[in-house]
Nanobody, 119 residues
Framework: VQLQASGGGLVQAGGSLRLSCAAT????????MGWYRQAPEKQRELVAN???????NYADSVKGRFTITRDNAKNTVYLQMDSLKAEDTAVYYC??????????????WGQGTQVTVSS
């Protein structure tokens, strides 16, 4: 199983970016999918996640600005980031709990995509 993330870049404060992450490989089903971020000299933190039923969870710092969605048919998760702030600058990692059959599952990480917000 691999997670391929895309969509990062450089944007001015107040702007928007959309991240995408697709899970590929031997997949039976994908349960929770989400995004984490890690800024320089800080610990990796949860940004948002969404379970297979569409229930979402957000960090307080992004509520009202970021929206996480998923396309179960494509095993893809998206993160729409609006009203970006300088403090959103970080490397963003996608994460997914993937089952390869009814009994075997594991947590996978994407390669990380840089988001830089200039103030």
């Amino acid at each position: 199983v691999q997670l391929q993330a895309s969509g990062g870049g450089l944007v001015q404060a107040g702007g928007s970016l959309r991240l995408s992450c697709a899970a590929t490989g031997s997949i039976y089903n994908v349960r929770t999918m989400g995004w984490y971020r890690q800024a320089p000299e800080k610990q990796r933190e949860l940004v948002a996640n969404v379970n297979a039923g569409g229930i979402t969870n957000y960090a307080d710092s992004v509520k009202g600005r970021f929206t996480i969605t998923r396309d179960n048919a494509k095993n893809t998760v998206y993160l729409q980031m609006d009203s970006l702030k300088a403090e959103d600058t970080a490397v963003y990692y996608c994460n997914a709990l993937v089952y390869s059959d009814m009994w075997s599952g594991g947590t996978y990480w994407g390669q990380g995509t840089q988001v830089t917000v200039s103030s």
